[in-house]
């Protein structure tokens, strides 16, 4: 079976129109230019969508990897809630071999990325180099972020995203599904974006005008 490893993945990581709804109900909103499934319930539900890093309206996006899956969604907010995020910058900061793997995980973050823009035939998006998402390489600005990219990649990447999967293992571990109850399945699939995107880790550049610079100063102190 093992000749059949690769092509397996690539199979179950292209999205079906089943997946994209499925997405859309677990988010509560259609959802856009998701281009694969990088990780799924052991049910096949998608966990987490992978976002073209340029969406089809030409804007550059950082945050490839969202977590979908209500259940580990509000497990995480849970962990955020309680300072989790906090204790994390306080590990990074005084423990050297994390943060070597911290910034080893954005590195792979950004390889991730780019492989992704090839496969769905994007190439690259020069304005988002070196940016990655979730406060790395330096920072934990976003657990969904972290807990998104760990289920992506696969445990021992990501360390800290692999802490807060321990950590939400009350509410959530791999071996299951929890899938069960966990969106509405009744209806019509959500089909007009009401919520626009999400909260998750979406770093200041997107979105935001550029900042207005004064018109060649002279002292360059702002007044
Ligand atoms: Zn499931």
Not at 21 to 40: F, K, M, T, W
Not at 109 to 134: N, W
């Amino acid at each position: 079976m093992e000749h059949n490893t690769a092509a397996a993945r690539d199979e179950s990581r292209q999205p079906t129109a089943h997946d994209l709804e499925v997405l859309s109900r677990q988010l509560g909103r259609p959802v856009r230019d998701v281009v694969e499934i990088p990780a799924r319930c052991v049910c096949g539900n998608p966990l987490v969508a992978a976002t073209a890093p340029r969406l089809s309206n030409g804007t550059p996006f950082p945050t490839t990897f969202y977590l979908t899956h209500p259940v580990i969604t509000s497990a995480v907010s849970r962990l955020e809630a309680a300072g989790v995020m906090n204790s994390m910058n306080d590990q990074l900061a005084g423990d050297d071999r994390l943060a070597t793997a911290y910034r080893a995980a954005h590195e792979e973050y950004l390889a991730a990325r780019e492989a992704i823009g090839q496969r769905s035939g994007i190439g690259p998006v020069p304005e988002i180099d070196g940016v990655s998402a979730g406060g790395m390489p330096t920072r934990v600005k976003c657990l969904h972020v972290l807990v998104g990219h760990s289920l992506a990649a696969g445990s021992g990447v990501n360390p800290l995203g692999d802490e807060a999967i321990r950590m939400i293992s009350e509410w959530w571990t791999a071996d299951k599904c929890y899938c069960d109850g966990a969106w509405d399945t009744a209806g019509e699939a959500p089909s007009r974006d009401l919520s626009r995107h999400g909260p998750q880790g979406l770093p200041e550049i997107v979105g935001r005008p550029a900042p207005v610079r004064k018109s060649a100063g002279t002292t360059g102190v702002p007044e």
